[in-house]
């Protein structure tokens, strides 16, 4: 999600001139800076304080390796990381839980299964093309509500307001690049690219199929064909966050040479519960 936007699932605040993003659907909270060390400690304060108030417990912060012994004298868990994240500089993820039951991971025997499968299957070898009747194109404002509607359907619950058209075409003119795919006339599967241009970095995001039209690469193809777009914009990596639970999106970005960053533990509100996000990126 575009961390310039004011959004109605997110909004943005600033603590000693350091940029805030609060999620309240997922009940977390972003840092991605940190104060000067004599400001720390009211900080942190403040950061408890803001997530009592918005009722979230998770707090997560991107933050340079120089920063590492910062986050362990606050007691933060060390996540994963995100190379190439700060503009060619690698950004190392840590979290501090303010609930012991967020903590707990779920599903470990679900993720080893699909990071198995994902083992099994990227033997096979793969080409990235379109099946018949199948076409492809860059989103407009127009596509929305039908984009609008394969959220709606595919995620019984989001992070964003997908659901949304008008949500949608916000994120249009913020630097979100949007990818579909139609047959027949009608929009089936979508994904995006999320620019962060401060950063040079991008999130992939958004990717949903309906289920009748899954089995046929139709995500690798969006992916093949958004890496070059953004890498023309002069971006450094492309990142992803994928349902640990889910082979899918994982499948997708192995296939495209992505590199495992690590686990963010029951991150995001998607498909009906709180769920474990893998982290995966790509130097472009």
């Known amino acids: 999600m ?15 001139g350091q940029h805030i993003t609060v999620e309240p659907t997922s009940r977390r909270i972003k840092v991605y800076q940190l104060p000067k060390a004599k400001n720390m400690d009211t900080f942190m304060d403040r950061l408890q304080r803001l997530s009592r108030e918005t009722n979230c417990d998770k707090l997560i912060f991107y933050v340079l390796p120089d920063n590492q012994e910062v986050m362990k004298s606050y007691n933060a868990d060390y996540e994963g990381m995100i190379q190439g994240f ?7 993820i840590y979290a501090i839980f303010l609930n012991s039951v967020r903590k707990q991971s779920v599903d470990s025997e679900a993720e080893k299964q699909v990071m198995q499968n ?14 018949e009747g199948y076409s492809m194109k860059w989103a407009e404002k127009k596509d929305a509500p039908q984009m609008a509607l394969l959220y709606k359907t595919v995620f019984k ?30 929009i089936v599967s979508a994904c995006s690219a999320d620019v962060l241009p401060e950063y040079q970095s ?13 089995g046929k690469q ?6 093949s064909c958004l ?19 889910s082979v899918g999106m994982n499948l997708v970005n192995v296939k495209h040479g992505f590199q495992y960053g690590g686990k963010m533990i029951r991150n995001s509100n998607i498909a009906g519960s709180m769920e474990n996000m893998n982290i995966w990126y790509k130097i472009l």
Request: one cysteine or more.
């Open 118 to 131: 994902i083992k099994e299957r990227i033997k096979e070898g793969f080409t990235f093309g379109l099946p």
């Open 2 to 16: 575009c961390m310039k936007m004011l959004q109605k699932s997110a909004y943005d605040l600033t603590f000693f």
């Open 157 to 186: 619950s989001y992070p964003t307001p997908m659901n949304d058209p008008e949500f949608i075409k916000e994120m249009m003119q913020n630097q979100v690049y949007f990818s579909i795919i139609e047959k027949e006339g009608s």
């Open 86 to 92: 700060f503009n060619g500089e690698t950004a190392l």
């Open 227 to 245: 890496i070059p777009r953004v890498k023309q914009l002069g971006i450094n990596v492309l990142f992803s966050y994928s349902r640990s639970v």
């Open 202 to 214: 991008a999130e992939l995001s958004d990717c949903a199929t309906y289920p009748n039209h899954r």
């Open 218 to 223: 139709l995500l690798s193809y969006q992916v």
